[in-house]
């Protein structure tokens, strides 16, 4: 992609914002090699290359791919997931856990526009799971569901759909809101626009069986 005449690329997920002191030396390696002038973590966690030459940035993402983790063939367009109980005091769930398994869920069309995931270890929301498509964060209780939040220009709170849901419950139950969306939103509709035309009790009568 070029911005202002800039040549710049974003590399796909590295492990959702996680990665061993190993491995970022690695990436530093290969930056390093190719003269990277500057360097952004993206909202999504992901990394961006700017100023590059567009010939190099070809070549080095040769090189880094192999260490990042593969976009999902017609699935959630990022997982952003916080350090959660594996590694944050305040974490009641296991976040990064249920983070991998959700980046593995995929669809038979591709969805409709971005979807972005934000998972939380617990109420305190790091990853501000009100404002993603699908929002999910811990308590005592289980993980809690939130459905059509959208940050950006035309924000909006997200729906909670339920809550005390353990792994399988959430990541079935976010199976199951995703392909509700892709059957009923209109062509290109983000989550946030199509919960404002259909409404959370429609989304829980269909999702919930209720
Ligand atoms: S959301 Fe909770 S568990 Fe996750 S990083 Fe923030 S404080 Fe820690």
Known sequence: MSMNEKTYAVIPGLNMGLFTPQELSKIVAILTKYEVPMLKITGAQ??????MDEEKMKELKTEILPLTRPQAVNGV?????CP?????????????????RIEQLSFPEPLLKKVKVGI?????????????DVGIFATK??????????GGGNP????????????????????????????????KSRTARFMERIGIDA?????LNE
């Open 120 to 132: 939380s270890g617990c109420r305190m929301s790091c990853t501000e799971p009100f404002v993603r």
């Open 77 to 81: 367009h990022y997982v952003q997931a």
């Open 156 to 187: 909006r709170l997200g729906d909670i759909v339920a809550e005390g849901l353990n792994d399988d419950q959430v990541i079935e139950l976010v199976r199951k809101c995703l392909t509700f969306y892709q059957q009923n939103a209109k062509y």
């Open 46 to 51: 992901r990394l961006g290359l700017l100023g």
């Open 84 to 100: 959660g109980s594996q590694w944050c005091k305040f974490g009641t769930g296991d976040s990064l856990a249920l983070g991998a």
């Open 141 to 150: 209780k289980g993980w809690t569901l939130v459905f059509g939040g959208n």
């Open 203 to 207: 989304l829980k009568k269909a999702v």
